[in-house]
């Protein structure tokens, strides 16, 4: 039988883009990179965990912060090369401005308008910094 890993198309770097989606909502909460690791733990662990190139670790997802995101479903697109995460926000958090999303901004008459308010300070949910 086939890994279910193996039908990956990765990146040269050997990652693939990972986008989490409220369960309930639809909505786009975020965007970050998974390498084979990190996508077999997601699963194993039901909960988002990435690769953080920055750092060049995993990254557990709500590990200084709290906002975990238990996985709901998992996808693949039909190229295999894009990972959807339904998943249940914990805290209301995804992005670490301390919004809902990491997509805030919008473009309006050239420019980007921020729309969506902070939840939750920044410095109040990193007690190390971000």
């Known amino acids: 039988m086939k890994d279910w890993l193996d039908e990956i198309n990765w990146n040269s770097d050997g990652l693939v883009p990972a986008i989490a ?6 909505r786009v909460l975020m965007m970050a990179w998974m390498n084979r690791e990190a996508l077999a733990l997601t699963a194993a662990e039901q909960r988002a965990i990435y690769w953080s190139r920055s750092r060049g670790k995993l ?3 709500g590990e200084e912060s709290g906002h975990v995101q238990k996985l709901h479903e998992m996808r693949l697109d039909c190229d295999a090369d894009v990972i959807i995460l ?3 926000q914990l805290g209301d958090i995804a992005c670490h401005t301390g919004r809902h999303s990491c997509f ?3 473009h309006e008459e050239g420019q980007w308008r921020t729309v969506d ?6 410095n109040a949910i990193y007690s190390a910094g971000h």
């Open 104 to 106: 805030y901004r919008v």
């Open 86 to 88: 339904m998943v249940e």
């Open 21 to 26: 989606q409220d369960h309930k909502t639809g």
């Open 117 to 122: 308010p902070v939840i939750k300070d920044p």
């Open 59 to 61: 990254w557990r997802k």
